[in-house]
Nanobody, 126 residues
Framework: QVQLVESGGGLVQAGGSLRLSCAAS????????MGWFRQAPEKEREFVAAISWSGGRTYIADSVKGRFTISRDNAKNTVYLQMNSLKPEDTAVYYCAAGRQYYSGYDTDPGLYHGWGPGTQVTVSS
């Protein structure tokens, strides 16, 4: 099973940018679709973005479309979440997780993902 660790979170002012990274423990990472989720206090975990195993397809939640992009570098076993024009409502713990192998579609249900990292806190001040 893939093990993941997120990094790159922090405190940023509204309108600012952050780039989150998610590093995987094994080369089999490249076989998996990957997803980013977030969870704010007292709220359910929310789908943010997903990328197919090859990196050829990406899917962005409507709430962040036009501001966030997802990408991956399979040579580095890493998936990224570039977050621009951040808003206070983007404040949450952000998680990455591995989806299905060799999957070119996307899943928004966190129950279909595994290998969850510990998360990285993103705080956007107004």
């Amino acid at each position: 099973q893939v093990q993941l660790v997120e990094s790159g979170g922090g405190l940023v002012q509204a309108g600012g940018s952050l780039r989150l990274s998610c590093a995987a423990s094994r080369r089999a990472f490249s076989n998996y679709a990957m997803g980013w989720f977030r969870q704010a206090p007292e709220k359910e975990r929310e789908f943010v973005a997903a990328i197919s195993w090859s990196g050829g397809r990406t899917y962005i939640a409507d709430s962040v479309k036009g501001r966030f992009t997802i990408s991956r570098d399979n040579a580095k076993n890493t998936v990224y979440l570039q977050m621009n024009s951040l808003k206070p409502e983007d404040t949450a713990v952000y998680y990455c997780a591995a989806g299905r192998q060799y999957y070119s579609g996307y899943d928004t249900d966190p129950g279909l993902y595994h290998g969850w990292g510990p998360g990285t806190q993103v705080t956007v001040s107004s």
